[in-house]
């Protein structure tokens, strides 16, 4: 596992809770550690500092998407050829990321993390919307991957640079559209199964606003924005 | 409603949609205002084809001319819109500003021509 050049990325919203256990476990792991800060109100920047974070704080809320991008944009100035995303609310485990950097070493530019290996249970509803992105992410792509919307990622050079330059700030954006940009730059794409923890902080999204974040999808692949992104 | 204005109307709303998911697609037009586009055209096209609906409705608010009606809803369709519009704009306003402030803040300069420590922002929010 080539150590140097990787950064680990941990986008974080409020996270003051959760955010400090995230970094010391990377930390453990042997690899630097970015904490971009999504403009939270509370501790967060702090506590992600006192465990060993480098720390880059977002002047107002971008979103997921937005948080990524500047950690992406980090990494390219900062010479790392290869990051890792990682949840900063103890969803995933950090002790996985070499598995994710293997599947990297193996010959792929883009590595998920699927959470249904170890059982990952979920509602109905949103189940089966995951099934139907999942779907559409195999139509596309033809590649069968079992969790599209899972953030826990390892992404290297050259999608590093394209997903640096453009990355979609939206819910779903950062997830699915990532996916298919990834694909349409022709990087091979893998997925690596990881045990799953239960998400201790922060709420799972409502389901009306779920249901706006998929029209919003839909219109975006419609349209076929994630090839045009990836160009 | 002739058949020929009917199939103008039709025409224009293809139109409107090739032409809002072209923008989708070349990031002009965010996604969310395309939503608002695309179901103002589908309404209108609804509206137009449907000829009863449209009759029903003018009749259940006592209006007695179809047009009229049409007329009304994209009035306030379009008022709604804009109403949107403002609202959107005073939350990129004030975002803005937060961005201007925080940019400002890291670029302090002491009496003495030396940059000053950055100042911790007040998350007064």
């Avoid at chain 1, 139509?139 to 079992?146: A, I, N, P, S, W």
């Avoid at chain 2, 090739?18 to 939503?35: D, N, S």
């Amino acid at each position: 596992m080539d150590t140097e050049a990787t950064l680990v990325i941990v986008p974080a919203f409020d996270e003051q809770d959760s955010v400090g256990d995230v970094v010391h476990r990377v930390r453990a792991v042997g690899l630097p550690c970015l904490v971009v800060d999504d403009g939270s109100v509370d501790a967060t920047a702090d506590k992600a500092q006192a465990a060993g974070a480098i720390v880059v704080r977002m002047p107002v809320n971008t979103g997921v998407g937005g948080a990524l991008r500047a950690g992406f944009r980090y990494a390219v100035a900062h010479g790392f050829r290869r990051v890792v995303q990682v949840d900063a609310d103890l969803q995933h485990p950090p002790e996985a990321v070499p598995d994710l950097l293997a599947a990297l070493d193996a010959g792929a530019q883009l590595a998920i993390g699927s959470r249904f290996a170890d059982g990952y249970e979920v509602g109905t509803a949103r189940r089966w919307a995951m099934r139907f992105l999942a779907f559409v992410v195999r139509l596309r792509t033809g590649v069968m991957l079992d969790d599209v919307t899972s953030g826990f990622r390892a992404v290297s050079e050259p999608l590093l640079s394209v997903f640096a330059y453009r990355f979609p700030a939206e819910y779903l954006g950062d997830t699915v559209e990532a996916i298919l940009m990834a694909h349409a730059t022709g990087a091979a794409i893998s997925q690596v199964p990881v045990p799953m923890a239960p998400r201790r902080h922060g709420e799972a999204t409502p389901s009306l606003r779920a249901g706006g974040h998929l029209a919003r999808l839909v219109v975006a692949l419609i349209a076929g924005k994630p090839s045009e992104m990836a160009r | 409603m002739t058949a020929a204005a009917q199939a103008l109307v039709v025409v224009i709303a293809l139109g409107a949609l090739i032409v809002v998911l072209w923008m989708v697609r070349r990031g002009l037009l965010k996604e969310r205002f395309a939503l608002i586009w695309l179901a103002v055209g589908a309404g209108m096209v609804v509206l137009v084809l449907v000829r009863p609906l449209l009759d029903r409705l003018s009749e259940a608010i006592g209006i007695r001319s179809g047009t009229t009606t049409l007329f009304l809803l994209a009035i306030l369709v379009i008022l709604g819109i804009l109403l949107q519009l403002s609202v959107s704009l005073t939350a990129l306003e004030e975002r803005l500003r937060d961005l201007a402030e925080a940019i400002a803040l890291d670029r302090v300069r002491s009496p003495d021509g030396e940059p000053g420590s950055p100042i911790e922002d007040t998350d007064d929010r």
